[in-house]
């Protein structure tokens, strides 16, 4: 069983940054698919950007591409979202995500069956 836990989240301004961080715990040597997504209130959840802890290059929604990056300690277990030139659009609950496979082209909330408690992220313009 894995834990997830988000941190980080917060209010800024505008055209701020924020940095998120999801510990995660109950694994041992396993390596998973970690993801961030969002949710805006009335919105779908949506699948931001993902990362192989075996290795690999991440993936992102175009939506955040070149202003977010994920990233991931293996030593710490822990995975990290940098979040610049940020708007009131991605105002949201953010959470990290998990899955014992690798990562799909598509980051979907459904391929994913660990999940954080979620962060709130609130951007004013």
């Known amino acids: 069983q894995v834990q997830l836990v988000e941190s980080g989240g917060g209010s800024v301004q505008a055209g701020g940054s924020l940095s998120l961080s999801c510990a995660a715990s109950g694994y041992t040597d396993s390596t998973y698919c970690m993801a961030w997504f969002r949710q805006a209130p009335g919105k779908e959840r949506e699948g931001l950007a993902s990362i192989y802890t075996g290795g690999g290059t991440a993936d992102y929604v175009n939506s955040v591409k070149g202003r977010f990056t994920i990233s991931h300690d293996k030593a710490k277990n822990t995975l990290y979202l940098q979040m610049n030139s940020l708007g009131p659009e991605d105002s949201a609950m953010y959470y990290c995500?998990?899955?014992?496979?690798?990562?799909?082209?598509?980051?979907?909330?459904?391929?994913?069956?660990?999940w954080g408690q979620g962060t709130q992220v609130t951007v004013s313009s």
């Open positions: 995500a998990a899955a014992a496979h690798y990562c799909y082209y598509l980051i979907r909330d459904y391929d994913y069956n660990y």
